[in-house]
């Protein structure tokens, strides 16, 4: 698929073969769930994905005999809980590529890890009249604190165009980085096309301009293999739930100058060295961007989450979900009066939003629920992206390697289910209700 | 299915979705209001006609959205066309989820109650730039307002 993925690292990721979600399936207890009597077809992934037996055996285990706070303490359990925590920064440092521990910053998710760099490296270098260079496809996470840093230093905010069929007009971007362009945040795959967006060419672009480029993997690491060093990307934001594991947890990394050169985010214990009447010395990295008690045993779910995700395989996840997508595009648009949208197939991860003409996205859910399917509805947290493409809301189906084909066939069922409530009534509703 | 989910697409609703009650614009309204469930991207817009006794002689809604926030504003105009502002004002929210039937769960209750509280702020929302309370002068008086 897209240059961010299918790219097998044999030593770490042996597993390119086809994935069999049987394999895995009975590790999710949820998913054995019945919904309104059907069994749960869960396709809301791409807000939050479910959690297997090892994510919540390693936090209970935690829990019930390695408990203390982390950092200074000297006992026995506090040390445990330290060593099992900066395991977790390794684990994650593995994960994206071999980074120092020094660049994972441990933050409360996604949002938080963009809001640390628009706080703290925003404010330091964003002046009035600069321009911060955004796309048109992005979540609201990583517009929101920009258009903050912007109102509050005076700067601008300038945004790349998409295509119709949902790519970034990449011919645009060097005209829109120019001298006054600060800083250049872009998604990695979009959260409500797919779109797997060319990073390493982006990044290219942007450091010929000598910009720094911030990007949102929140739907890129839990679902491909991704190396940040390659991408040659400044900052690069994730979270914990959204890849198997628990919620309240995510990952900002930076490059380490810049991390050095940043003042501290939030103010509290643990991101000192000392504290005096006078004034206050910052700890070093990582712990400077770390205040107060960090989310430690969540750390340690999050490592749990990404050991099994390298049993699973991140490239087959990669190929997989890719599959899922294929079909599920292949057999929605094969349904009269459904809209698919977004680029094809081959450019796109296992996200497919679609309208089915006449019924609102949230009828679509919820006649879908009765079918014990969960998909989302509505705009996404992209309002931006729904009004360049003149859309109110859509219905999205989002993969993770735990779907199955018959999930997506049960989908296009329930899709013709849904039409039939409609138009059962289109036929009858020639009767003119007098008052 | 569920039997709470299963009722709400039931025949009245779609009814109603499909072929509302007055859906389109007065010429010269003497009252109108427009909001939206930003959430969702529902919109509802209401156009009255009251009268100096506060008889609403006509009224019309205007949309886009979901089914249910369609269905239950054709529904609404249809309860309160003809009718007098004062029954407008006693008409709480309970009544409004009442009036559309079919069990909702809280999300969807947003939907159905658009039209309510555009309508709660309509009657306080003369066309007329003269007048007093151009504006919602008042919020609505329920303690579901905050759904």
Known sequence: ?435 | MSSSEEEIYQEHVLDHYEDPYHRGRLEQPTHHHKDDNPLCGDVVELDLAIDSDGKIAQAYFDGEGCCISQAAASMLIEKIDGGHVDAVKDFTAKDMLELFGPKLTPNRQKCCLLSWRVLQSAIYAPCDGNREGKSPAEKPRSSQESL
């Open chain 1, 1 to 435: 698929m897209g240059e961010s993925t299918g790219r097998a690292d044999p030593e770490s990721d042996p597993q390119t073969q086809q994935l069999d979600p049987s394999q895995w399936r009975s590790d999710f207890p949820i998913l054995a769930k019945k919904i309104h009597e059907q069994p749960l077809v869960y396709l809301d992934n791409a807000a939050t994905t479910q959690k297997p037996r090892q994510v919540l055996a390693a936090m209970d285990e935690l829990y019930e005999t390695k408990y203390a706070n982390v950092h200074r303490g000297i006992h026995v359990l506090s040390e445990e809980s330290t060593d099992l925590f900066e395991a977790a920064r390794n684990t994650v440092c593995r994960l994206i590529g071999n980074v120092a521990r020094e660049e994972i910053i441990f933050t409360r998710g996604t949002t938080e890890a963009i809001n640390l760099v628009a706080r703290s490296w925003g404010d330091q270098n964003v002046v009035e009249g600069d321009e911060i260079l955004l796309t048109e496809m992005e979540h609201h996470a990583n517009i929101v604190p920009w258009q903050q840093l912007a109102a509050r230093k005076g700067a601008s905010i300038r945004w790349l165009p998409i295509t119709d069929d949902g790519h970034l007009a990449l011919d645009d971007l060097d005209a829109l980085l120019s001298s006054r362009t600060k800083l250049m945040a872009v998604t990695a795959v979009s959260n409500v096309l797919g779109t797997i967006n060319p990073i390493e060419q982006i990044v290219a672009c942007a450091r010929a301009a000598n910009v720094p480029v911030l990007v949102d993997a929140a739907q890129s690491v839990p679902h491909a293999k991704i190396d940040v060093t390659r991408w040659d990307a400044d900052f690069v934001a994730f979270g914990g739930h959204k890849m198997l594991g628990p919620t309240g947890i995510g990952v900002l990394y930076g490059k380490r100058s810049l991390l050095e050169s940043m003042p501290p985010f939030n103010g509290g214990g643990g991101m000192i060295r000392r504290v005096r009447k006078e004034g206050f010395e910052p700890a070093d990295l990582p712990d400077k961007f770390e205040a107060g008690t960090p989310p430690f045993v969540e750390a340690v779910g999050l490592a749990a989450a990404i050991d099994y995700l390298h049993k699973v395989g991140l490239s087959s996840i990669a190929d997989y979900e890719h599959q899922l997508a294929a079909r599920a595009i292949e057999t929605l648009s094969a349904i009269d009066g459904v809209h698919i949208f977004g680029p094809p197939a081959a450019d796109r991860a296992g996200i497919v939003s679609f309208q089915i003409e006449g019924v609102h996205a949230h009828d679509v859910a919820q006649i879908l629920d009765r079918f014990g399917i969960a998909v989302r509805a509505g705009h996404h947290c992209a309002m931006p992206l729904h009004l360049r493409l003149g859309l109110t809301a859509t219905a999205r189906a989002s993969f993770y390697f735990y779907n199955t084909l018959e999930e997506v066939e049960a989908l296009a069922r329930a899709i013709e289910e849904t039409q039939k409530v409609f138009r059962k009534n289109s036929r009858s509703a020639k009767k003119v209700r007098q008052k």
